[in-house]
């Protein structure tokens, strides 16, 4: 059986762009494109490791093109998927009538309800299959796969949560999951990683969402394959000078296949402003599918101002400027040289969280992040329900945060 694995498609993102309105087509034509791929390659299923969607609450306009998306795919012929709980109960067999896309969800489209959330809905609808904590077996004449999922889980309950599952279960096991993974790239010292060494043994691969940089690389004897985002969302380095992926798996044969037809982002250092124009250029000489994002860094020190606008000017229509000024000048200054230019989203959370940190300076505490990040994803019931249960760090009562009534261990187990 030929797979394609795909992941962190985000469909919905940009919705809110106002700089450059043209990349909020970005996410649905990545996941358009990839799925071309799917067809052209004839793939018997696809596998899908998470943020789908940009949010827990697509608008109709996004749900409309997921539906769009998904109806599309060619008719399955001769497969039949059996989903099982962790403990191997049988939940339902069915006859596909489209190539199936089994998924897991990611922290952006995370819902704490378990029973009714975008991805058990699209699974009634019968448009995908939601493998978190479950055992979905695809058959197809005499062979047969096993795709075990894990979608997102807050850090808190992460390790307990993996250490329920267990070893393979069938001779093709793939495992799928939504996790940042220790050892798989230079880590962020927020984020919580999960040792290679917890996740459950004798799967083929691990194939993993979340970081939108490519990764294969073996780890405490287990093969990672993260194929990224299908789409520019952040302007990290991991999302720099690459192109966008899918992987085909047949077998235990993997092979990294290009997405046409979709947007890239380049990385200009320079320390004027004519340089970076100048290297600019030398981009956009080569030819561009789209125009691409150009984040140009200007470091060293600060000789002139940078008029943005002016910037983005003179490559209207050829490419998407977004200028990070890190030329020595004070912090606060460099914010406020900037605000005006810049929109919050662009400027990602790592700039809040700088900023917070240097004004509260020991009074930051992890818990006010996470409050945030629940904030920030428009997650308001959440976060609400997070300050109701005493859920924090402080909290000096460890009963209440083990067993919250209705909570996220409810969702997490069983
Ligand atoms: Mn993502």
Redesign the pocket.
């Not at 199936?100 to 809905?121: C, F, K, S």
């Not at 050892?183 to 691990?206: A, H, I, T, W």
């Given at each position: 059986m030929k797979l394609l694995f795909l992941?962190?498609t985000?469909l919905g993102f940009g919705r809110r762009h106002r700089d450059y309105p043209e990349r909020r087509e970005d996410a649905y034509r990545g996941f358009k494109n990839a799925l071309k791929i799917a067809v052209d390659e004839s793939v018997d299923l696809i596998l899908h490791a998470?943020?789908f969607f940009d949010s827990v609450r697509p608008s109709f306009e996004t749900l409309s093109e997921a539906v769009e998306l998904l109806t599309s795919l060619p008719p399955a012929e001769g497969i039949e998927v059996t989903v099982r709980d962790l403990g191997g109960k049988e939940l339902f067999t069915y006859a596909p009538a489209r190539i199936p896309l089994i998924a897991v969800h990611?922290?952006?489209d995370w819902n704490q309800n378990r029973e009714n959330n975008i991805y058990t809905l699209l699974e009634r609808a019968g448009l995908l299959v939601y493998a978190h904590r479950r055992i979905v077996e695809i058959r197809k004449g005499d062979e047969s796969i096993c795709v075990v999922g894990m979608g997102w889980i807050p850090d808190k309950y992460v390790e307990r949560v993996i250490s329920s599952y267990s070893v393979a279960p069938c001779d093709r096991s793939y495992f799928l999951f939504h996790q940042p993974v220790k050892g798989l790239y230079p880590s962020n010292p927020r984020e919580k990683l999960l040792p290679p060494s917890l996740f459950p043994p004798g799967y083929g691969l691990y194939l993993g969402?979340?970081l939108?940089w490519i990764v294969d690389k073996e780890v405490a004897g287990k093969r990672f394959l993260i194929p990224g985002?299908t789409v520019i969302?952040s302007l990290k380095e991991g999302e720099m000078d690459r192109p966008r992926i899918v992987y085909l798996i047949d077998g235990s044969a993997v092979r990294p296949v290009e997405i046409p037809g979709v947007r890239r982002a380049f990385l200009v250092e320079a320390s004027s402003l004519e340089e970076a124009i100048k290297k600019i250029e030398e981009l956009l000489a080569k030819p561009h599918e789209l125009p691409p994002i150009v984040k140009v860094v200007l470091e060293g020190e600060r000789r002139e101002e940078v008029d943005v606008e002016q910037l983005r000017e003179l490559f209207k229509g050829k490419a998407l400027i977004y200028v990070f000024d890190r030329r020595r000048d004070s912090f606060f200054e460099r914010i406020r040289s900037v605000k005006h230019e810049v929109s919050a989203e662009a400027f990602g959370r790592d700039l809040v969280f700088s900023i917070l940190r240097e004004k509260m300076g020991e009074d930051w505490e992890d818990w006010m992040e996470k409050l945030l990040n629940l904030l920030m994803e428009g997650k308001d019931d959440e976060a609400l329900n997070f300050l109701l249960r005493g859920d924090l760090e402080l909290s000096p009562s460890k009963e209440k945060v083990e067993k919250p009534k209705g909570g996220i261990l409810d969702w997490v187990e069983g």
């Amino acid at each position: 059986m030929k797979l394609l694995f795909l992941s962190d498609t985000h469909l919905g993102f940009g919705r809110r762009h106002r700089d450059y309105p043209e990349r909020r087509e970005d996410a649905y034509r990545g996941f358009k494109n990839a799925l071309k791929i799917a067809v052209d390659e004839s793939v018997d299923l696809i596998l899908h490791a998470g943020d789908f969607f940009d949010s827990v609450r697509p608008s109709f306009e996004t749900l409309s093109e997921a539906v769009e998306l998904l109806t599309s795919l060619p008719p399955a012929e001769g497969i039949e998927v059996t989903v099982r709980d962790l403990g191997g109960k049988e939940l339902f067999t069915y006859a596909p009538a489209r190539i199936p896309l089994i998924a897991v969800h990611g922290n952006h489209d995370w819902n704490q309800n378990r029973e009714n959330n975008i991805y058990t809905l699209l699974e009634r609808a019968g448009l995908l299959v939601y493998a978190h904590r479950r055992i979905v077996e695809i058959r197809k004449g005499d062979e047969s796969i096993c795709v075990v999922g894990m979608g997102w889980i807050p850090d808190k309950y992460v390790e307990r949560v993996i250490s329920s599952y267990s070893v393979a279960p069938c001779d093709r096991s793939y495992f799928l999951f939504h996790q940042p993974v220790k050892g798989l790239y230079p880590s962020n010292p927020r984020e919580k990683l999960l040792p290679p060494s917890l996740f459950p043994p004798g799967y083929g691969l691990y194939l993993g969402g979340h970081l939108h940089w490519i990764v294969d690389k073996e780890v405490a004897g287990k093969r990672f394959l993260i194929p990224g985002s299908t789409v520019i969302t952040s302007l990290k380095e991991g999302e720099m000078d690459r192109p966008r992926i899918v992987y085909l798996i047949d077998g235990s044969a993997v092979r990294p296949v290009e997405i046409p037809g979709v947007r890239r982002a380049f990385l200009v250092e320079a320390s004027s402003l004519e340089e970076a124009i100048k290297k600019i250029e030398e981009l956009l000489a080569k030819p561009h599918e789209l125009p691409p994002i150009v984040k140009v860094v200007l470091e060293g020190e600060r000789r002139e101002e940078v008029d943005v606008e002016q910037l983005r000017e003179l490559f209207k229509g050829k490419a998407l400027i977004y200028v990070f000024d890190r030329r020595r000048d004070s912090f606060f200054e460099r914010i406020r040289s900037v605000k005006h230019e810049v929109s919050a989203e662009a400027f990602g959370r790592d700039l809040v969280f700088s900023i917070l940190r240097e004004k509260m300076g020991e009074d930051w505490e992890d818990w006010m992040e996470k409050l945030l990040n629940l904030l920030m994803e428009g997650k308001d019931d959440e976060a609400l329900n997070f300050l109701l249960r005493g859920d924090l760090e402080l909290s000096p009562s460890k009963e209440k945060v083990e067993k919250p009534k209705g909570g996220i261990l409810d969702w997490v187990e069983g």
